[in-house]
C-alpha cells in the first residue's frame, strides 16, 4: 500500500458543520465521491485533544473506524494574538450549543476590550486528517494571518469569518465570494499540503 | 513531494526514554542515519493530548520544528481491561519522575487487588508518528494482546514489560529475548504499518 487518494475514491467527510462540509467539497474539485457523516448516521466524537491536528486526527480515526472508508476531518479555528491564541481550539464552543456565532464574535471583542488591546492581529488555523480504517492518518495544517475588525461584516463564509481581514485584502471572509476565499484560505492552505502529500 | 521516508534519510528520534530509542533503533534495520532527540538538545514537550496517536504527533511535529529534520516519535503503554484502561496514556507517569516501573507495576497490582478483578487481560499500545519540518505528520497504532501476572518476572525489556505475558507465549516481554520481542510487539505491529505506508 502507498499512502495515495486515488481520484473516484469513497471519503466520509467527518464534519458535521455544514460550511466546512460545503467548503471542502468545493476544495476537493469533485475529484472524490463524498460521503457525509451525518448521511451515514455517524456519532462526531468529543473533541478532547488540546491541538488542532489532534483533534482533526480523532475525528477522521473515528469516522473511518465507524464507517469502514477512509475518512477526511477538518478541525480549525479563529486564534487572537492579544488573547494569547484563544479562542483557538475552543472557536466552535464559544459559540455555545447553538452555534451562536454572532454572540461568539461579540466575547472576543469584549476579551479584547477588558484586555485593552492595540493589537488585533489574529489567525485562522485548519488542521485536516484522513485516516484509512485500522490503518494509518496523515494531518496537514494550513494557516492565515490577518486583522480583526469590529462590527462584523458581510454575510457571506460562516463563523467568525465576517471580523477576520486576511492580510493583503481590504474586506472581511465574509464579504469576499466563497470561491476568492477558498483560493487563499487556511483550509486551502491546508488542503495544498493535503494534495502534495497524498494526490 | 511523495509521502516516502527515502533509506538514508536523517531521523531525528523524538525519545528521550532509551529503552524505547534502543528498540527503534532495531526496528529500523539500520535503514535511515539516526539522530537523538537528546543529543541535538531539543526539549521534550509535554503530553497534553488524550490518545496515543495525539501524543506520538505532538512529539514528533515538535522535534521536526525545532531541528528542521523529518522526526520519528513513539507514545505508547499499558492498559488493563479491568481497569477501564489504565494507565493507558499515563504509563510513565504511573512510574514517576524517577521513572520507577518497579513501582508502577506494583500500583497496577494494587489496583487489581482493590477492584478485586478476576480479569487480568491488558494491551500494549505503541503509536508511532513521522513528522516533516511545517509538513504533514503520519500515525500508526499497533496493539499486543496479553495478561498480566504478578510479581514481575524478567530483566529484559523495560518498562511493564516483566508483568506482561503476550498471546501465544508462556513467559513475559521481560523474560523473552529483545530480538524476539522485536518480532511481535506491539512496536513492531506499528513499525510493520509505518513501513507499509511510508517506506
Same mark, same amino acid.
Not at 483557538?88 to 452555534?99: F, H, Q, T, V
Not at 465576517?162 to 476568492?180: A, K, S, V, Y
Given at each position: 500500500m502507498a499512502l495515495k487518494l486515488e481520484p473516484g475514491t469513497r471519503l466520509v467527510v467527518a464534519t458535521h458543520n455544514a460550511g466546512k462540509a460545503r467548503e471542502l467539497a468545493e476544495i476537493l474539485e469533485n475529484r472524490f465521491e463524498l460521503v457525509t457523516a451525518g448521511s451515514l448516521g455517524l456519532h462526531e466524537p468529543d473533541e478532547t485533544e488540546t491541538t488542532f491536528v489532534g483533534?482533526?486526527? *480523532?475525528? /477522521?480515526? /473515528?469516522?473511518?473506524?465507524?464507517? #469502514?472508508?477512509? /475518512? $477526511?476531518?477538518?478541525?480549525? +479555528?479563529?486564534?487572537v494574538v492579544a488573547l494569547d491564541g484563544a479562542p483557538?481550539?475552543?472557536? /466552535?464552543?464559544?459559540? #455555545?450549543? +447553538?452555534?451562536n456565532f454572532t454572540e461568539a464574535m461579540k466575547k472576543v471583542e469584549a476579551r479584547l476590550e477588558e484586555a485593552r488591546a492595540q493589537d488585533f492581529s489574529a489567525w485562522f488555523t485548519s488542521a485536516l486528517a484522513v485516516a484509512w480504517p485500522s490503518g494509518p492518518g496523515v494531518v496537514v495544517? +494550513?494557516?492565515?494571518?490577518? @486583522?480583526? @475588525?469590529?462590527?462584523?461584516? #458581510?454575510?457571506k463564509g460562516f463563523g467568525y469569518d465576517?471580523?477576520?481581514?486576511?492580510? #493583503? $485584502?481590504?474586506? @472581511?471572509? +465574509?464579504?469576499?465570494?466563497? *470561491?476568492?476565499k477558498d483560493g487563499i484560505s487556511h483550509r486551502a492552505r491546508a488542503f495544498a499540503k493535503l494534495k502534495a502529500a497524498l494526490f
Open positions: 483533534n482533526a486526527l *480523532l475525528k /477522521a480515526r /473515528a469516522a473511518a473506524e465507524a464507517s #469502514g472508508l477512509i /475518512a $477526511l476531518a477538518d478541525d480549525s +479555528g479563529l486564534s483557538g481550539i475552543y472557536s /466552535a464552543r464559544w459559540a #455555545g450549543p +447553538g452555534r495544517e +494550513g494557516r492565515i494571518d490577518g @486583522t480583526l @475588525t469590529f462590527p462584523p461584516r #458581510g454575510e465576517p471580523i477576520f481581514i486576511p492580510e #493583503g $485584502l481590504d474586506r @472581511t471572509f +465574509g464579504e469576499i465570494e466563497p *470561491l476568492q
